[in-house]
């Protein structure tokens, strides 16, 4: 019997400039990778204001709490994350845990 769910999951590959959803307490947050900070963390730019997050604000956040926004759906009024990325450029003892 072939595992028909194993060759269905979606894999994306991030670059520097894709946009993505910073998953925080204030829920999803929309933003701009803009570069590789320090111990395998992300620079972005937040391109929305969202609970404690401001429109332009510069941050870091972790690779895991980083997801690409065509992995989002919305389904029953509940946002529901799919599949799985990697990030290009990012040293291997960084990317995510199910990359």
Known sequence: MTD???HSIRTTVIRIGDLIF??????LVPAKVTEYATRGELAVLVT???GAYRRGEHTTFTPSGCV????VR????????FGAWTFDGL???FQPRWA
Do not use: K
């Not at 919305?74 to 994350?81: H, K």
């Open 4 to 6: 028909t769910q194993r």
């Open 48 to 50: 929305a204001t969202r």
């Open 68 to 71: 690409p926004r065509g992995h």
């Open 22 to 27: 910073l998953d925080s307490f204030s829920g």
């Open 74 to 81: 919305v389904r029953c009024g509940q946002f529901r994350i």
């Open 91 to 93: 040293r291997e003892e």
